[in-house]
């Protein structure tokens, strides 16, 4: 295996100006790359961080990247994935020193997980060992991260998770093929919970089950959340999903974030053509009604480099630059009611909301993005709107691909 790349402090660089007294969590242009004959850079150049007590979305779809920057955060990436670049840093309270969790040595990293980050991993049955009684793996998370607890204890406090997330305790001498997919989602949860961290990492935690099931773990997890304080980090590509429940959101992209705002802006206005046709994917259950548009295409291969937006190919509004000039995510700050953006890239102040398309980058596009992409009414809102996405934005931004 080859190690990470270490990530190195500057001489007299210290930890603390990455990290604001609200931030529990922080990725600093991560970046991972799958090893192999055709490399494959799921992972590039990511930064978030994740605000004490908040749920942060990262949605997109199915193949770009959002479940290995989960495993990069819990430091659980096997080869062939590597660690390429960036740093991972954490901090459990105000004016607490921050953790590089890159640099964690193994015993520091055992104490580490599942007592201040934690995860619950995609599809519960795979999660939970079909072999093995409901104790027996409550047990081996406390032998492994919490050597210290005796036996009674472990037992009591198995029992109390059971209980916390609505499963009789007497079910501990269960099997998990004994339970129903509801209650195996619940298992790990409370196994996710076992010792109280403060960021629990959620990779799509429920997508195997019915609408009636989903809300009901989605009200579990609020529940718990609201009663014991702890952050989380939900990964979906249910956009519509993660509207409702995350304060802000992360859409990702060919491995990269694209859009990065509270959640109720994006849900207003979004900024980045990817999410806008996202959104205009899945109806709204109390909105108006109106036309639906998929988003043509497939995502790009993460093996193969882009020179310029890897939307390209399925963005209605790309433009000549956008087929040479990466975007960056920039950061701006939104002026709702004017129906524009302005750059106030380096005010951290200011910082609301991020975006790489080139249409918010007043040098390349002078006019500004097109109202659907700053808040304006959305292309096919209305009932009676046969108008398409895009078509606008090449005479805005003057220039024909
Ligand atoms: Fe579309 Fe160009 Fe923006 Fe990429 S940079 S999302 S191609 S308009």
């Known amino acids: 295996m080859r190690a990470a790349d270490p990530v190195e ?5 210290e930890l603390d100006p990455l990290l604001s007294d609200d931030v529990v969590l922080r990725a600093d242009h991560v970046s991972v790359v799958y090893d192999g004959d055709n490399p494959t850079r799921a992972v590039r150049d990511v930064t978030l961080e994740l605000r004490r007590g908040e749920v942060l979305g990262i949605a997109g779809e199915s193949g770009c990247g959002k479940s290995t920057l989960a495993y990069a955060l819990m430091r659980m990436l096997r080869p062939p994935a590597r660690l390429t670049g ?20 193994a015993e520091e990293l055992r104490h580490f997980r599942w007592r201040k980050l934690s995860m619950v991993f995609q599809s519960a049955m795979n999660a939970l060992n079909p072999v093995t009684s409901l104790r027996k793996q409550f047990s081996d998370i406390f032998e492994t991260h919490a050597p210290e607890m005796r036996r009674d204890d472990r037992e009591q406090r198995s029992r109390e998770l059971l209980e916390m997330v609505g499963i009789d ?20 949860i409370a196994m996710a919970l076992a010792l109280q961290p403060d960021v629990v990492i959620m990779d799509e935690p429920t997508t195997a089950l019915d609408v009636v099931v989903q809300r009901e773990i989605l009200d579990e997890i609020e529940r718990l959340r609201e009663e014991l304080g ?13 509207l409702e429940i995350s304060d802000r959101l ?10 990065f705002a509270p959640s109720a802006q994006v849900a207003r206005a979004p900024a980045h053509p990817y999410t806008l046709g996202l959104l205009e994917s899945f ?4 909105g108006a009604r109106r036309q639906l548009h998929g988003i043509p295409g497939s995502p790009p291969s993460l093996a193969e480099e882009v020179a310029g937006c890897a939307f390209a190919p399925r963005c209605d509004y790309a433009f000549a630059p956008c087929a040479s000039v990466k975007p960056r995510l920039g950061e701006r700050s939104f002026l709702a009611g004017h129906g524009a953006a302005i750059d106030v890239q380096g005010q951290r102040a200011s910082r609301t909301w991020s975006v790489a398309c080139h249409l918010h980058d007043p040098d390349l596009c002078p006019a500004g993005p097109p109202q659907e992409l700053t808040g304006g009414d959305r292309a ?10 895009g078509g606008v934005p090449d ?3 003057g220039e024909e691909e």
Do not use: K, W
């Open 9 to 13: 402090l500057a001489p007299g660089e």
């Open 230 to 242: 702890f952050s989380i980090v939900f990964i979906t590509h249910d956009l519509s999903l993660l």
């Open 169 to 188: 305790p007497s079910r501990i001498a269960s099997f998990p093929h004994e339970l129903s997919g509801g209650m195996r989602q619940r298992v790990v």
């Open 395 to 397: 005479a805005i931004c």
């Open 250 to 259: 992360a859409v990702m992209y060919g491995g990269e974030i694209v859009e």
């Open 86 to 105: 960036g740093r991972i840093i954490f901090s459990d309270h105000v004016g607490g020193t921050p953790v590089d969790v890159m640099a964690l040595e």
């Open 283 to 286: 109806p709204d259950m109390r």
């Open 380 to 389: 096919g809102d209305a009932e009676t709107s046969t108008e398409e996405p």
